[in-house]
């Protein structure tokens, strides 16, 4: 049972952010999220971002359903229409999402045609009515996912401007991907490695924000690296790492939570999904929704080269069953070892 959607009315514990993966398109979509889920009871979840538009006019279903296991789950949102905004934020909130995240971090041509995303960061004033639309809209928390600037803008005064303009208008939460966007020049995938990282801006902005609630993203990886940003903020907040090697999601309830992890491995995990892979086979679905997003897994284990050629031979055509899947997990060695697959 999901205590988090009691919890919306009043304000949320900035706990609520401590640990989340982060939104990624055509990664983190509901079965991503189902096999995250069962490997942390308290990471947030966020969906790849849908833009207003689309929530309002597309098939929603098939947009924005998840799964009630899902829970604590974030719908990002893209757009820069305040209007559009709440109508789509308020159909998330009745879908029964936990949070609305606006996007203000996206570089991509696309987003860029619409000026929206990482754009936004240009734009104070309208981010700050489009988060009180949002707000005035739904009684869930609604949280704003930006850079530390874009282009020639300074660090300091681009984030301090979109940050008074947010709080004023209520936000909840703050997530800094904390590096600059550059929106001529850099294909999206450039402008998660090429600005540099700068946790220092992140963290001075907490320090100067006391009492909002802000999580930091941008190349964190081991959890090891994930204690010492929650000394400085709220939450930490993994993207690539997350996908490309899952099973560090384990770490996540014991290290952050003081719980033990739903499950005690990657294996333990498969076994716990097959129900989902065939409730989703029996609605006409593929095994490859799933297995898609297992090739990370096993990093290092003998046997894992073998799994993840039997899941791009075996398991990625409509033919494909829970049986490949098995099969393709019988290939891992059960001890770990240190030699490499
Ligand atoms: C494949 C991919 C898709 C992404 N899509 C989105 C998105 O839809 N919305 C968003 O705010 N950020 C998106 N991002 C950026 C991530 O949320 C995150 O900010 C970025 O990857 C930096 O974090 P990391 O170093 O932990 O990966 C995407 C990143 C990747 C790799």
Redesign the pocket.
């Known amino acids: 049972m999901n205590t988090h959607i009691q919890m919306t009315a009043a304000r949320v514990e900035a706990s609520f952010w401590r640990f989340s993966v ?6 983190t979509d509901r079965h991503c999220r189902v096999i995250h889920r069962l490997m942390s009871r308290h990471a947030l979840l966020y969906t ?2 849908v833009t207003a538009q689309a929530v309002i006019r597309g098939d929603r279903q098939r947009l924005i359903g998840f799964d009630a296991m899902e829970h604590p789950v974030a719908l ?1 949102l893209g757009g820069n229409d305040p209007a559009l905004l709440a109508e789509a934020a308020k159909i998330g909130a009745d879908f029964g999402y936990d949070e609305i995240n606006l ?1 203000c ?2 570089p991509s041509d696309r987003v860029q045609g619409g000026a929206f995303g990482a754009c936004l960061m240009r734009e104070p004033a309208l981010v700050g009515d489009c988060v009180a639309a949002m707000k005035a809209a739904v009684s869930i928390p609604v949280t704003v ?1 930006c850079r530390i600037g874009v282009d020639d803008q300074d660090p300091e005064s681009a984030l301090d401007a979109l940050t008074a303009a947010v709080r004023a208008a209520g936000v909840d939460a703050l997530i800094v ?1 904390a590096r600059k966007a550059w929106l001529q020049g850099l294909s999206p995938k450039e402008n ?1 490695e090429i600005p540099p990282l700068d946790y220092e801006r992140a963290y001075r902005l907490k320090a100067a924000n006391p009492d909002l609630p802000i999580a930091i ?4 990886k081991a959890p090891s690296e994930w204690p010492a940003h929650l000394e400085k903020l709220d939450g930490v907040m ?4 997350a996908y490309q090697n899952p099973e560090i999601l384990l770490q996540a309830d014991p290290l952050l939570f003081g719980q033990e992890a739903p499950v005690t491995d990657a294996f333990a995990m498969l076994e716990a999904l097959e129900p989902y892979i065939a409730a989703h086979l029996e609605r006409g679905g593929r095994v490859h929704a799933f297995t898609r997003h297992l090739v990370g897994l096993f990093p290092g284990r003998p046997g894992a080269r073998a799994f993840r050629r039997h899941l791009a031979e075996r398991c990625v055509g409509a033919e494909a069953t829970l049986d490949d899947l098995r099969a393709a997990i019988a290939h891992v060695s059960r001890h770990e070892a240190a030699a490499a697959a």
């Open positions: 982060a939104p990624m398109m055509d990664w790849e971002m990002q996007n971090g996206c996912k991907h998660r993203n941008g190349g964190i993994i993207g690539r790492e």
